[in-house]
C-alpha cells in the first residue's frame, strides 16, 4: 500500500479557472493533479450538474435554485469565462480513460435531491474510468443509500468538526474514511483533509502521509511536494 499523499483540485482549479468549470478540470487532469474534487446537484429534469451552491447566484449570470431548471433551461446562463453550467456527464467523458482520481461530492446537505445517488451512481457505471469514484457527502444519510445501492464503492464522511469514535463510526455506516477541513490522528484510516493552500500545512500534511490534500492551487502543492522530494534525495 503506497503512503503517496494523492493532491486533488479542489472544484478544478479555481486558482486560475472558475470554480466547477469544465476548462478547470481539463487543465488539471493535463498538468499532474492526481485527482478532482466537485459537487454535483440535480436540475429539475434530474440530470447531474456540477456546481458548489445550490443557488447559480454566485458563479453564473443568472439567479436562482438548480432544481428550479431543467438542465436545458440551465443552458442560457453562463460561468464567468461564458463556460456554460457543467453536466456531470461531461466531466466523466473528459476524466475517461485518463490517470486522475475522482472525488464526487454529493450535495445533499441542504437540499436531499430525490433519488440523486442511484442516478449518479448508474452515469458512472458508463464511463471508462480508471479509478474508482471517491463519493463524499456532509450528509451522512446519502451515504447510506448510495452505500445500500452499491457496496463496493467507496464512501467518505464530510465534516469540520472532530470525528468522535471514528472506527465505529466507519464500521457501522460501512464507510471508506473521512474528508476533514482540519488533521486529526486517525491510525491506518484514509484522510483527505480541504481545502489547504498553505504551503506550510501542505508540507505538514505530506510528513503525516495523509491520504490526500484538497487545494483550490493544485500546482503549487505539487511544487510543495517536489520540494519534500529533493529534500528526502539530498538526505539520501
Known sequence: MTNKTLIFGHRGYPFKFPENSLDGFEY????????LEFDVHLTKDNVPVIMHDEKINRTTNGKGKIQAYTYAE???????????????????A??????????????TNKIHYPNIERIVLDMVKEFDLVYPVIYSSFNLDSLKIANKIDATQQYCLLSDHQIDHPRELMIKDHLAGFHLSHYQPLRNVKERIWTID??????????MHVAGIITDNFEMA?????SLGAVVQQRV
Open 28 to 35: 488539471a487532469i493535463d498538468h499532474g493533479a492526481d485527482g
Open 74 to 92: 440551465l443552458q442560457q446562463f453562463h460561468l464567468s469565462d461564458d463556460e456554460k453550467i457543467p453536466a456531470l456527464k461531461e466531466l466523466l
Open 94 to 107: 473528459l476524466a475517461s480513460q485518463k490517470p486522475i482520481h475522482l472525488n464526487l461530492e454529493f450535495k
Open 198 to 207: 498553505d504551503p506550510v500545512k501542505q508540507r505538514n500534511l505530506f510528513a
Open 222 to 226: 505539487k511544487q510543495v511536494e517536489a
